[in-house]
C-alpha cells in the first residue's frame, strides 16, 4: 500500500508542478452464477460461486516537457483486484482450472497498467507508450491483453505513409498456457486505414519463445509462430459489422526436436442492425461467426490447428466468448474436459455461429441469443464433432450511465461429441451488477 500512496504523492506534487490533469477512473463487475449438470468429461456436476472484477486506473495527463519543442506525456498506472469464491467445488472444477493454475489463489491484486505516454516522441505524429499497457490487435484473434495488460513498447506513427496510423510494437509477456509460465517475445506491425465507409486494419504479429509450451496437440520446446491478419470495421446508420481473418505460419520444435510447421487459420464475423418491428418496437439484431482450422490427422509434421496464447479469452476470473455458458473463442472453450482447448481427446478447431435480438422495453432489454457450436476437424472417424447448442435469455436493466443489472439464463445441450450416455443439459442462473465511474 505504501507504493500505492507514494504514487498518489507523487501525482499530486507533478499536477501542481506543470498544472497537467489528473483522470481517475473505476468500474467494478460482480457476478453470482448457479450451474447445474456442468459437463466434466463423461459426468455432470453442479457449482455454484460468485467472482469479482474491480479496477482503478489514474492518468495524469499534458505534462510539459520543458526540453523539448512541442512534446507532452501522460502517465498511467491502474490497479485491478479480482476474485472467486473459494471452496473445494470451484477449485477442483475444470470450468475454473486454467485460471487458478494461472493466478494461483482466490483472490489476486495486479497492476494492470503502469506506462509512460510520450507524444510527438522524436518527430511530430509519434507517440511512444512504454511500460505495462492494455493493447489488443482488432478483435483480438491473435493478441490482447485480456485485462492484465502488456509489458514493452509501442511506437503510434499518425497520419504518415498513407496511412491513419501505424503501430509498432514489442511485447514481452508469460504465456498463459504454459506449465512453466515461460515468457514469450512478441513482435508486430499494425496499420489502420479508413477506405470508403469503414476502416481496415492490416497486421503481422510474431511470437517467439525458446522455453517448454504447451500447443493444441503437442508440447513443444521452441515456438516461432507468425500470424498474418486482416480486419475490417464498419458503423454507418443502424448498421455495424466487423470482421477480421488471420493466417498462421512458422513452426515448433516438439520435445524430441522434430519440427512441425505451422499451417492454421481463424476468421470472426460480428453483424448487428437497428430496427423498429410492430409490437415489438425498437429491436437491435445480431448475427456471429467464428471458426479455426483443427488437425485432421494425428501427423506431428504439419499442425493446421490455429493457436495463439494471446487470443482474447478472459475477463478476470470469467472467459468471454460466444454463449454464456460454453463461452466459445477462436480456437477453444469453456472446459468441458482437461486439454489445452477444453474439447475431448483428440478434437480441435472451432465453428461457431450465433443468432440474437435485443427487444428493449422501457428501462429494460430482453435479449434472445442462440448458438451452435462444432469443432473443425476429429483426428478420430469414430467420433462426432456437433459440440452442442445453447438458448441465453437475459434480462438488463440500466440503473443510469454508470450502472447496470441484469440476470441471466440459459441452457446448452450436448451433441455427439459431448453426449457421453448419462450426460445432462446444462443450466445457468445468474445475476450480474456493473458500475463505473
Known amino acids: 500500500m505504501r507504493k500505492i500512496y507514494s504514487f498518489l504523492l507523487m501525482l499530486a506534487l507533478i499536477k501542481n508542478a506543470y498544472a497537467a490533469k489528473l483522470d481517475i477512473t473505476a468500474d467494478n463487475y460482480f457476478s453470482l452464477k448457479s450451474f447445474s449438470n456442468l459437463i466434466n468429461e463423461n459426468k455432470n456436476y453442479n457449482l455454484?460461486?460468485?467472482?469479482?472484477?474491480?479496477?482503478?486506473?489514474?492518468?495524469?495527463?499534458?505534462?510539459?516537457?520543458?526540453?523539448?519543442?512541442?512534446?507532452?506525456?501522460?502517465?498511467?498506472?491502474?490497479?485491478?483486484?479480482?476474485?472467486?469464491?473459494?471452496?473445494?467445488?470451484?477449485?477442483?472444477?475444470?470450468?475454473?482450472?486454467?485460471?487458478?493454475?494461472?493466478?494461483g489463489k482466490s483472490s489476486y491484486l495486479y497492476a494492470d497498467k503502469a506506462y509512460v505516454k510520450i507524444y510527438n516522441f522524436a518527430y511530430d505524429g509519434v507517440i511512444a507508450t512504454f511500460g505495462k499497457q492494455p493493447y489488443t490487435v482488432a478483435s483480438g484473434l491473435v493478441l490482447s491483453d485480456n485485462f492484465r495488460g502488456l509489458d514493452g513498447a509501442k511506437f503510434e506513427i499518425i497520419d504518415k505513409y498513407f496511412m491513419d496510423s501505424l503501430d509498432l510494437f514489442y511485447f514481452r509477456s508469460n504465456n498463459f498456457f504454459s506449465d512453466s509460465n515461460a515468457p514469450e517475445n512478441i513482435y508486430g506491425i499494425s496499420a489502420n486505414k479508413s477506405f470508403g465507409d469503414g476502416i481496415w486494419q492490416?497486421?503481422?504479429?510474431?511470437?517467439?519463445?525458446?522455453?517448454q509450451t504447451?500447443?493444441?496437440?503437442?508440447?513443444?520446446?521452441?515456438?516461432?509462430?507468425?500470424?498474418?491478419?486482416v480486419s475490417y470495421y464498419l458503423d454507418k446508420n443502424n448498421i455495424t459489422y466487423s470482421s477480421e481473418f488471420a493466417l498462421q505460419k512458422g513452426n515448433s520444435k516438439d520435445l524430441s526436436d522434430n519440427t512441425i510447421n505451422h499451417n492454421a487459420y481463424a476468421l470472426n464475423l460480428k453483424a448487428g442492425w437497428k430496427m423498429n418491428i410492430p409490437k415489438f418496437g425498437k429491436t437491435n439484431a445480431r448475427f456471429n461467426y467464428i471458426k479455426s482450422s483443427g488437425n485432421s490427422s494425428s501427423s506431428f509434421k504439419e499442425n493446421k490447428a490455429f493457436y495463439s496464447p494471446f487470443s482474447k479469452l478472459y475477463e478476470g476470473y470469467e472467459r468471454t466468448g460466444l454463449g454464456e455458458i460454453y463461452k466459445a473463442s477462436a480456437f477453444n472453450a469453456s472446459k468441458t474436459s482437461d486439454t489445452l482447448n477444453g474439447l475431448p481427446e483428440g478434437l480441435s478447431g472451432i465453428t461457431a455461429a450465433g443468432m440474437g435480438i435485443d427487444i428493449l422495453k422501457s428501462k429494460g432489454v430482453i435479449s434472445i441469443d442462440y448458438f451452435g457450436y462444432k469443432a473443425t476437424q476429429s483426428t478420430s472417424l469414430n467420433k462426432g464433432i456437433s459440440l452442442g447448442t445453447e438458448l441465453d435469455i437475459k434480462y438488463s436493466l440500466k440503473l443510469g450511465e454508470k450502472a447496470s443489472f441484469y440476470v441471466v439464463y440459459a441452457t446448452f445441450s450436448p451433441k455427439s461429441a459431448l453426449n457421453?450416455?448419462?450426460?445432462?443439459?446444462?443450466?445457468l442462473f445468474s445475476i450480474n451488477v456493473k458500475a463505473k465511474f
Open 202 to 211: 492490416i497486421y503481422y504479429v510474431k511470437e517467439k519463445n525458446s522455453d
Open 48 to 103: 455454484t460461486y460468485y467472482s469479482n472484477n474491480s479496477a482503478i486506473s489514474f492518468t495524469l495527463k499534458n505534462i510539459n516537457l520543458e526540453q523539448t519543442d512541442n512534446s507532452w506525456m501522460d502517465v498511467g498506472l491502474g490497479f485491478r483486484f479480482i476474485s472467486v469464491e473459494e471452496s473445494s467445488k470451484t477449485i477442483d472444477s475444470i470450468y475454473l482450472r486454467d485460471l487458478y493454475d494461472y493466478y
Open 214 to 229: 504447451k500447443d493444441i496437440s503437442f508440447n513443444s520446446k521452441e515456438t516461432n509462430k507468425n500470424f498474418f491478419g
Open 420 to 427: 457421453a450416455q448419462g450426460i445432462k443439459s446444462t443450466k
